[in-house]
């Protein structure tokens, strides 16, 4: 976790994640293993984060959303509906994209 990350009361975030900075993890949210969240992210309040996702940055992840494993949400977008796994989503708000089986970091 990076300076001037904010994670609230009672977040998760697991083993190996990457919080950059000014990113903020809401209260109840949890955020799975292998993730990264990059600047200016922001995951709102008892949702969830897949693990090995990546969300870019400046992304909006409303409360109460969950978002699959292995996803990828493209910089900017504001995710307002529930993403399955293993997809790429993108826009304002936050449409499918395309499906991804693996990501290559």
Do not use: Q
């Not at 990457?18 to 903020?24: E, F, G, H, L, T």
């Not at 409360?63 to 990828?72: F, H, M």
């Amino acid at each position: 976790v990076f300076p001037y990350a904010s994670i609230g009361h009672s977040a998760w975030v697991g083993n190996f994640c990457i919080v950059k900075p000014y990113v903020r993890v809401s209260y109840h949210a949890k955020v799975g293993d292998l993730s990264l969240l990059s600047p200016y992210c922001f995951v709102g309040s008892y949702s969830h984060v897949g693990k090995e996702t990546v969300l870019y940055t400046r992304t909006t992840i409303s409360p109460k959303i969950s978002i699959g494993e292995r996803c990828v949400v493209y910089a900017h977008s504001v995710v307002e509906e529930n993403v399955p796994s293993n997809s790429i989503v993108k826009g304002i708000p936050a449409r499918y994209s395309k499906r991804t089986e693996t990501i290559n970091w």
